[in-house]
C-alpha cells in the first residue's frame, strides 16, 4: 500500500464514523428534550464545545440577536446549522461528508466498487437534504436517516472487502472516531444534566443517550445479569461487549494493529488508555472527577491518532528529501 494512502484509509474511516455520530448527537440532544422536565432549559452552545468549538466565536458568524439567550430558538438554529448544514463548518454533516468523498476518491484503488456506490448515493442524500437544519421533528428524523446510510456503507464494506492492512486501518480510523465521539456525547450529558461537585455523583440511567447510540436495550439486559445498579456512563465506558463503548473500541483498534510495522507503539498507547478505565471504580467518581477522566480519554486518543498516523508522516517526509 503506497504511504500516501495510509492516511487516507484511516481518515475514511474516522469521516464515515464521525458522520454516523455527529447525527446521533444531534439526536441524542432530542431525546435528552424529550426526556427532561417541560421547563427545562438547554444551553445549545454546550454542543459546539464538546466538539472542541469556542461556541462564543462560532455564533458571532450567525448574527443572532444581542439578547438571545443559550437556551432561545435562535441559538438552536445557529447550532444545528453549524453541525449540519454550514459547509464550511469543520465539523457539519455536510464538510464531513465531503471530506469523506475527498478521502474514498483518494483510495478508490483499495476500496470496493459496491462500497464506493454506497458512499456516493450518501453523498448525494446529505447534500440534497442538509441544506437546511430543520424543524426537531424534521431534523430528527433527518440524522436517523443518514446515520441508517452510515451504516449501509458499513455493512457493503464488510462483506465485500479484502481483510487487508487497508481494512485494518479503515477499522481502526472508525473505532478511534467512535470512542471520541462516544466521549463527547457522554459530555454532553454530563455538563447539562450534573452540577460540577467533587461529591459522589448519582446514579443515571440516561435513557437518551442510550436511545441515540442505539444501547437501550444491551443495557437492560446487561443490567439484569449485574447484582448492583450499574449507570450508563459505566456502562458505556467499561462493557466491552457493547459495539459503542470505549472499551470495545479500544480492544478493536488493538486488534486491527496487531498486523501493522508499527503496532507496538500503538499497543502501548492502547494499553494507556485501557488502564484509565481501571484506574478507580467508576461509580465512586464525582461529577468532577468523572469530567477529568472523559477529558483524559479524550487527549489520549489524540495521542493514539498521531500514533497511528505519524509513521507514515515521517517515511513521508523522507522520501520528499
Known amino acids: 500500500m503506497l504511504l500516501k494512502s495510509v492516511d487516507n484509509i484511516f481518515w475514511l474511516g474516522r469521516y464515515l464514523e464521525r458522520l454516523d455520530d455527529t447525527a446521533r448527537l444531534v439526536n441524542a440532544t432530542s431525546h435528552l428534550l424529550i426526556d427532561s422536565h417541560k421547563d427545562t432549559r438547554f444551553s445549545w452552545p454546550i454542543l459546539l464545545d464538546v466538539m472542541g468549538l469556542d461556541s462564543s466565536s462560532t455564533l458571532a458568524d450567525y448574527q443572532l440577536p444581542p439578547d438571545a439567550t443559550p437556551e432561545q ?6 447550532v444545528m446549522a453549524h453541525l449540519i448544514s454550514n459547509n464550511a463548518s469543520s465539523v457539519s454533516i455536510r464538510h ?19 462500497m464506493w456506490e454506497e458512499l456516493n448515493m450518501l453523498d448525494s442524500f446529505i447534500q ?7 424543524g426537531r421533528q424534521q431534523r ?7 446515520s ?3 451504516q449501509m456503507v458499513v455493512g457493503v464494506l464488510d462483506g465485500v472487502m479484502l481483510r487487508s492492512d487497508a481494512f485494518g486501518l479503515f477499522n481502526m480510523g472508525r473505532h478511534v472516531e467512535r470512542a471520541d465521539m462516544t466521549t463527547r456525547i ?5 455538563l447539562q444534566q450534573l452540577q460540577p461537585t467533587q461529591i459522589k ?15 437501550i436495550e444491551s443495557y437492560h439486559y446487561y443490567l439484569a445479569h449485574q447484582s448492583s445498579d450499574v449507570d450508563a456512563i459505566d456502562y458505556l465506558l467499561t462493557f466491552a461487549d457493547f459495539p459503542r463503548s470505549i472499551a470495545y473500541c479500544f480492544n478493536r483498534v488493538a486488534a486491527s494493529a496487531k498486523g501493522l510495522p508499527h503496532s507496538i507503539n500503538i499497543l502501548q498507547q492502547v494499553h494507556q488508555l485501557q488502564t484509565l478505565l481501571k484506574a478507580a471504580p467508576l461509580s465512586e467518581l464525582s461529577t468532577e472527577q468523572l469530567h477529568s477522566l472523559i477529558d483524559q480519554i479524550q487527549a489520549g486518543i489524540m495521542q493514539l491518532h498521531q500514533v497511528i498516523t505519524e509513521p507514515a508522516a515521517a517515511q513521508q517526509q523522507q522520501l520528499s528529501a
Not at 430558538?73 to 445557529?78: P, T
Open 73 to 78: 430558538a435562535s441559538i438552536e438554529y445557529a
Open 96 to 114: 464531513t461528508c465531503s471530506q469523506l468523498k475527498y478521502n474514498a476518491r483518494s483510495v478508490r484503488q483499495l476500496i470496493p466498487r459496491d
Open 128 to 134: 440534497q437534504h442538509c441544506q437546511q437544519p430543520g
Open 140 to 146: 430528527y428524523n433527518l440524522m436517523t436517516e443518514v
Open 148 to 150: 441508517r446510510r452510515c
Open 186 to 190: 457522554m459530555d454532553v450529558m454530563v
Open 201 to 215: 455523583r448519582p446514579k443515571f440511567r440516561w435513557t437518551s443517550i442510550l436511545n441515540a447510540l442505539g444501547g
